[in-house]
T-cell receptor
Framework: GAGVSQSPSNKVTEKGKDVELRCDPI?????LYWYRQSLGQGLEFLIY????????KSGLPSDRFSAERTGGSVSTLTIQRTQQEDSAVYLC????????????FGPGTRLTVL | AQSVSQHNHHVILSEAASLELGCNYS??????LFWYVQYPGQHLQLLLK??????LVKGIKGFEAEFIKSKFSFNLRKPSVQWSDTAEYFC???????????FGSGTRLSIRP
């Protein structure tokens, strides 16, 4: 596709349920990043992928959060046993090997945990 | 740990006014610095970036930013704002040897027509 896409665009779930958020990066982009943006907060780094491996997962807030990337393309962020404080916009970004510092962002997934 | 501070949470200006948004970071090593912008209903996009060389960086839409190493600052400026500049602006920093980018909390800019 032309840009980074994310699905779903909105997700409402009940506390305690698991959710999966998907990111499709720009074709050919080897680096992929997940961020979280809570109301009134900046972007909080969660995890970085280079290819299928995650050399930096220091931002994952708890062991309820995990992410994987397959085929050097699509990534899935999974939140288990969701809590109300997980409510936020989850943003994905990708960058190309030639320009690693120019990140292209997707539209985000707005997660609401009731 | 690295951090980025944007002291202005919400700035309201009239059209044609001059703009300066503050950004300070805490990191003693070599850094790369960025400003990202998010227009209403749109994705975050890169406005400008500084890696090395001339500390005055020109970006899109008439924006510029100046890296002042002694002050750990990277303030964003525009001489004359337009209504279309209404957006949220994020300053960001990256340790030049690392991969992740640390973002500030953002400044919402509202322009009165």
């Amino acid at each position: 596709g032309a840009g980074v896409s994310q699905s779903p665009s909105n997700k409402v779930t009940e506390k305690g349920k698991d959710v999966e958020l998907r990111c499709d990066p720009i074709s050919g982009h080897t680096a992929l990043y997940w961020y979280r943006q809570s109301l009134g907060q900046g972007l909080e780094f969660l995890i970085y992928f280079q290819g299928n491996s995650a050399p930096d997962k220091s931002g994952l807030p708890s062991d309820r959060f995990s992410a994987e990337r397959t085929g050097g393309s699509v990534s899935t962020l999974t939140i288990q046993r969701t809590q109300q404080e997980d409510s936020a916009v989850y943003l994905c970004a990708s960058s190309s090997p030639g320009f690693p510092d120019t990140q292209y962002f997707g539209p985000g997934t707005r997660l609401t945990v009731l | 740990a690295q951090s980025v501070s944007q002291h202005n949470h919400h700035v309201i200006l009239s059209e044609a006014a001059s703009l300066e948004l503050g950004c300070n970071y805490s990191y003693g090593g070599t850094v790369n610095l960025f400003w990202y912008v998010q227009y209403p209903g749109q994705h975050l996009q890169l406005l400008l970036k500084y890696f090395s060389g001339d500390p005055l960086v020109k970006g899109i839409k008439g924006f510029e930013a100046e890296f002042i190493k002694s002050k750990f600052s990277f303030n964003l400026r525009k001489p004359s704002v337009q209504w279309s500049d209404t957006a949220e602006y994020f300053c960001a920093v990256r340790d030049s040897s690392a991969s992740k980018i640390i973002f500030g909390s953002g400044t919402r800019l509202s322009i009165r027509p």
